[in-house]
């Protein structure tokens, strides 16, 4: 089984739904990560949770928001979906070494 | 603040030729360096990182990175490149003194051509 799974794998959704995107990881790391990817500008980071009662935003969480219930799961959402959201969601966790691990992505296509 | 910087979009090479995909970054304290690589349809795979300590690094898949401190960079290295290569490849950095979390490049397409 995978470390770090992500559901759903690919969502449409229309402009001002609500949307969570859900990660999962059996690695027993303490720290983990939400970034998006668009093509042509890396991975830019949304949220970051170094532990249960630790979440920090990123460089871009403006539009989302995140819930760490428990160690090893950690969601993302969109209150009001807009198309510009429209990319390749990554969850990841990682080590005090920092080495992260990387879930299998989420497509979302807000319409 | 931290950045780094992958100025080459697209890098095309022959195979059974050397490889590098450049990576330069900034920062003001000392970094940890990581390559990741991402084939189609999946999430990152870690390569290799430099923490600290010799400065040329082995990683997985036979690549290879070199910490040149003087001019801040820390390139992508392959003495032998194989068609199963061909992916997006990013650098990221953290500065150890004072950022909690990575910075990502921009991601360098590498196609081994047959």
């Known amino acids: 089984d995978a470390d770090v799974t992500q559901t759903p794998r690919n969502r449409i959704t229309k402009t001002g739904k609500r949307i969570m995107l859900e990660c999962s990881q059996t690695k027993g790391h303490d720290r983990m990560y939400w970034y998006r990817q668009d093509p042509g500008l890396g991975l830019q980071l949304i949220y970051y949770s170094f532990d249960v009662k630790d979440i920090n935003k990123g460089e871009i969480s403006d539009g989302y928001s995140v819930s760490r219930q428990a160690q090893a799961k950690f969601s993302l959402s969109l209150e009001s979906a807009i198309p510009n959201q429209t990319a390749l969601y990554f969850c990841?966790?990682?080590?005090?070494?920092?080495?992260?691990?990387f879930g299998p992505g989420t497509r979302l296509t807000v319409l | 603040a931290q950045s780094v910087a992958q100025p080459e979009d697209q890098v095309n090479v022959a195979e059974g030729n050397p490889l590098t995909v450049k990576c330069t970054y900034s920062v003001s304290g000392n970094p940890y360096l990581f390559w990741y690589v991402q084939y189609p349809n999946r999430g990152l795979q870690f390569l290799l990182k430099y923490i600290t300590g010799d400065n040329l690094v082995k990683g997985s898949y036979g690549f290879e990175a070199e910490f040149n401190k003087s001019q801040t960079s820390f390139h992508l290295k392959k003495p032998s490149a194989l068609v199963s290569d061909s992916a997006l490849y990013f650098c990221?950095?953290?500065?150890?003194?004072?950022?909690?979390?990575?910075?990502f490049g921009s991601g360098t397409q590498l196609t081994v051509l047959p």
């Open positions: 990221a950095v953290r500065d150890r003194g004072s950022a909690r979390q990575l910075t």
């Open positions: 990841a966790t990682s080590d005090y070494a920092d080495t992260q691990y």
